[in-house]
C-alpha cells in the first residue's frame, strides 16, 4: 500500500518528466531527419569528396558511445568554443547529430534500392539532376524508408534516458531522484519503464497509420 | 505518302567505350522529319547506348548529335537539359514514377520542366494520355496498371513534352505477348501521324510495316541500312541476310504472324 502513495506521489512530477522526453527525442528526430536527407542524397549523388566526408561524418557518430558523446560535446566542445547551451539543448544537438547518422543510412539504401532508371526517366524529360532528386527520387525514398525509419523513434526513446548523465530533467532523472530521497526504487523505476512502454507504443501506432496513409497503391505491404 | 526532305536528326560518328570494350565505332546516319528509323541488331551491339548518346544520357566520346541546325553535343548541364526536352524517350522497363499517378506522371515535367500551370498542365495530360487510349486510367498508379498500359504511359509521358523526335529502346521487350500489340498499335499511329521516331526493336512485323529505313548494327559499326523491301529481300551481306532470317524464326514473319 505505501507502495503505491510513494507511485501517487511522485506521479505529478515524474509526468512533467515526459514532455521534456518526448521534446528532446521529437526534436532529435527533427534535427536528424533534416541532416539526413541531403546527406543521404550527398552519399549517392554527390562527389567524391562530399561522400567521403560524409562517410566520415556517419562513422564518427555511429562510432562513438552516447556516453562519450554527450561527455565530449556537452563539457568538452560546448565549453570550449564558449557556447553555453542548457543540457536540454546540449542533448537534442548531440542525439540530433548522432540519429542523423543513422538516418542518412536508412535514407541512403532506400534511394539506392529504386534503381537508376528513375533518374534516367526524369532526365529523358528535361529535369536537371536536381530537379530530379528533388521531385522524383526523394519522395519515393522517403516513403520506402518508413518502415526502416520507425525503428528511430524506440532507439531514440530508449537512448534518450542516457541524457540523465548531464541533467537532463527527463523521466528517468526525476525517477532517480525521487528514488534516492525515498527509498524505494521498484515501485518508481517501474512508474518510469511503464512510461517509456507506453510513449513507445503510442508513437509506433501513430507511425504505422502514418505509413498506411502514404502507401502508394498497388504495392505489396 | 511524300516526304518533305527536312533534316531533324544528325548523328556524326558516335564512339563510345565502357573500360576497354568499344561498343560504337563511328556511327553516322541522318533522320528526317516524320521518319521512322529502326535499328536492329544483336544484343550487347550498342543499340541502348547509341541512343542514349542521342539524348546525352550517355556522353559519347566522339561525334556528334545535331537536332535541326543545333549541336546537342558539346554543351554545360542546362543546355543538356533543354535539348533533352525535344527528344522524347521510351525505355524498355517503362521507368514510370512509381509514386505518381498516371495524370501525374504525364504532367509533372510540364509543371515542374516546362513551368506550365497547373491545370494547363492537367489538360495537355489528359489530352495525351487520351491520345494512348488512357483516358479513363489516369487515376491509376504505376503499379496498377498492366505492362502494356505503363507503356503506353511513358509514351503519353514523352509526348506531352511536344518533342521533336521520338527515341523508343525496345519498348516491347519486357511486356508480354499479348500486351505488344497495344503498344506497337500506339507507335504505329504516331509514325503515321508523323512524328519523327528512332526504334530499337525486334519486332519485324513493325519493321517492315512501319520502318522507312532499317539500320543494322554490329560489332559497333552500322553494317548496312536500306529500306525494309531492300534489306529483307536483298541484303548486301550475308551476316544481315541470317540475322533477320533469325529474327523472323524468332519473332513472327514480315507480316507481324509467327511462322
Not at chain 1, 562527389?47 to 558511445?65: A, C, H, M, T
Not at chain 1, 541524457?163 to 525521487?178: D, H, Q
Amino acid at each position: 500500500m505505501e507502495n503505491f502513495i510513494v507511485i501517487y506521489q511522485a506521479l505529478p512530477f515524474l509526468l512533467q518528466g515526459i514532455i521534456t522526453t518526448l521534446g528532446l527525442v521529437l526534436s532529435a528526430l527533427f534535427l536528424g531527419f533534416i541532416i539526413a536527407v541531403p546527406f543521404s542524397v550527398g552519399q549517392v549523388y554527390g562527389s567524391f569528396w562530399i561522400k567521403k566526408l560524409i562517410g566520415i561524418y556517419v562513422w564518427f557518430f555511429r562510432g562513438l558511445p552516447i556516453l562519450v558523446l554527450l561527455f565530449l560535446f556537452y563539457y568538452g566542445l560546448f565549453n570550449m568554443i564558449g557556447l553555453n547551451l542548457s543540457a536540454f539543448m546540449a542533448a537534442v544537438l548531440v542525439l540530433g547529430l548522432r540519429s542523423s547518422a543513422y538516418q542518412a543510412q536508412i535514407f541512403r539504401g532506400s534511394i539506392q534500392s529504386l534503381g537508376q532508371g528513375q533518374m534516367l526517366a526524369a532526365q529523358s524529360l528535361g529535369m536537371s539532376k536536381w530537379k530530379a532528386i528533388w521531385n522524383i527520387i526523394v519522395p519515393q525514398a522517403l516513403r520506402i524508408s518508413i518502415p526502416g525509419w520507425s525503428n528511430e523513434y524506440p532507439a531514440m526513446l530508449t537512448e534518450s534516458a542516457v541524457t540523465y548523465a548531464i541533467g537532463v530533467m527527463e523521466v528517468l532523472t526525476r525517477g532517480n531522484f525521487i528514488a534516492s530521497r525515498t527509498y524505494r526504487p521498484m515501485p518508481i523505476y517501474l512508474t518510469c519503464a511503464i512510461i517509456f512502454l507506453i510513449l513507445s507504443y503510442s508513437g509506433m501506432k501513430i507511425l504505422h497509420v502514418l505509413e498506411t496513409k502514404v502507401r502508394i497503391p498497388g504495392f505489396e505491404e | 505518302m511524300k516526304k518533305r526532305k527536312e533534316l531533324i536528326l544528325q548523328i556524326k560518328n558516335i564512339h563510345k567505350s565502357f573500360g576497354e570494350n568499344e561498343v560504337l565505332k563511328g556511327i553516322s546516319f541522318d533522320v528526317f522529319k516524320g521518319e521512322t528509323k529502326v535499328i536492329i541488331g544483336p544484343s550487347g551491339m550498342g543499340k541502348s547506348t547509341l541512343l542514349r548518346c542521342i539524348n546525352q544520357l550517355t556522353i559519347p566520346e566522339q561525334g556528334s548529335i545535331w537536332l535541326r541546325d543545333q549541336e546537342v553535343t558539346h554543351h554545360n548541364v542546362r543546355e543538356m537539359n533543354r535539348f533533352r526536352q525535344k527528344i522524347g524517350m521510351v525505355f524498355q522497363d517503362f521507368n514510370l514514377f512509381d509514386h505518381l499517378n498516371a495524370i501525374r506522371n504525364v504532367e509533372i515535367a510540364l509543371i515542374k520542366v516546362k513551368g506550365m500551370k497547373k491545370d494547363e498542365a492537367r489538360d495537355k495530360g489528359m489530352q495525351e494520355l487520351k491520345k494512348v487510349g488512357l483516358g479513363k486510367q489516369a487515376l491509376l498508379y504505376p503499379a496498377e496498371l498492366s505492362g502494356g498500359q505503363k507503356q503506353r504511359v511513358s509514351i503519353a509521358r514523352a509526348l506531352a513534352m511536344d518533342p521533336e523526335v521520338m527515341l523508343f529502346d525496345e519498348p516491347t521487350s519486357a511486356l508480354d505477348p499479348e500486351l505488344i500489340g497495344e503498344v506497337l498499335g500506339v507507335m504505329q499511329k504516331l509514325a503515321k501521324e508523323g512524328m519523327t521516331m528512332v526504334v530499337v526493336t525486334h519486332e519485324m512485323g513493325f519493321a517492315r510495316s512501319v520502318a522507312d529505313e532499317i539500320i543494322f548494327l554490329e560489332k559497333g559499326r552500322l553494317l548496312e541500312s536500306g529500306p525494309p523491301g531492300k534489306l529483307f529481300y536483298q541484303p548486301k551481306y550475308q551476316r544481315t541476310k541470317k540475322f533477320l532470317f533469325k529474327l523472323t524464326e524468332l519473332y513472327g514473319d514480315i507480316d507481324g504472324e509467327k511462322t
